[in-house]
């Protein structure tokens, strides 16, 4: 299968390359774009329908995310992962996560416990109602990307925009269960209970447990060898340390 016909057609209108790069991005995520895979802004551009200029955009942002590199004399493909470079990425994760964490805990009103809330409830809904894998990426991403929101800081929000792509890829090569769902919504509710308690300590414990013990399933899941399905990958090293009582 050609990476262009992993896409679906865009519709004709306004913010062309904003809906090219969630088309493209979705795609990603869901590995119908495999790591490897050429991103050919022509054939792309042919695929959605759409003019050559909003998807050079897009693949432009999916560099910027992480989810796609510029290769010499290929051009842009979607990002291979490589295991040793995913285990320091989760490692400035859970710091950074649990910044926001504690940040936005400072910054709650009630406008926002209750989005938090209503994500956490439709997340739950997804998980419980055996929709695709995708649908629970999102809300992963959405819970992630409204507690940076709220914590307020900009340079912080940047940092964690680039790298959150990059990291839900490597999280989906690499660990696809039908527990990873139910475990994120349950480490999800755990950052909420101790942010809605006004305790900004154990709500940036909390994110970095959450965010400690993805970076041991990914170890725990190479460890074991690659899911069948799973894209050619770089294994180089990788940290299996497990702490006391996991």
Do not use: C
Request: glycine share 4%; proline share 5%; no cysteine.
């Amino acid at each position: 299968m050609s990476a262009a016909s992993a896409v679906n057609p865009v519709a004709a209108g306004t913010l062309l390359a904003d809906r090219a790069y969630e088309e493209l991005r979705s795609a990603v995520l869901a590995n119908r774009l495999r790591p490897g895979d050429a991103l050919s802004v022509p054939a792309l551009a042919t695929r959605m329908g759409i003019s050559r200029s909003p998807v050079r955009e897009a693949v432009q942002r999916l560099i910027h995310d992480g989810l796609a590199s510029h290769v010499p004399h290929r051009g842009a493909v979607v990002s291979t992962v490589d295991v040793e470079d995913v285990r320091q990425l989760y490692v400035v994760r859970e710091v950074m996560e649990g910044l926001a964490a504690r940040l936005a805990t400072e910054r709650l009103d009630a406008t926002t416990v209750a989005e938090l809330r209503d994500l956490l409830d439709r997340h739950e809904q997804v998980v419980t109602s055996d929709s695709r894998e995708e649908s629970h990426i999102e809300m992963d991403m959405a819970y992630h990307r409204l507690i940076r929101e709220v914590a307020g800081n900009t340079h912080l929000t940047a940092a964690l925009d680039t790298i959150q792509g990059k990291a839900h890829l490597a999280l989906h090569s690499l660990w696809r269960s039908p527990e990873a769902p139910r475990l994120a919504v349950q480490e999800h509710r755990r950052i909420f209970e101790a942010m809605t308690a006004g305790d900004p300590d154990a709500a940036e414990l909390a994110a970095r447990e959450h965010i400690r013990r993805l970076r041991i399933r990914l170890s725990q899941a190479v460890a074991n060898g690659p899911r069948p399905d799973a894209p050619a990958t770089e294994f180089r090293s990788v940290d299996q340390h497990v702490g006391p009582g996991e």
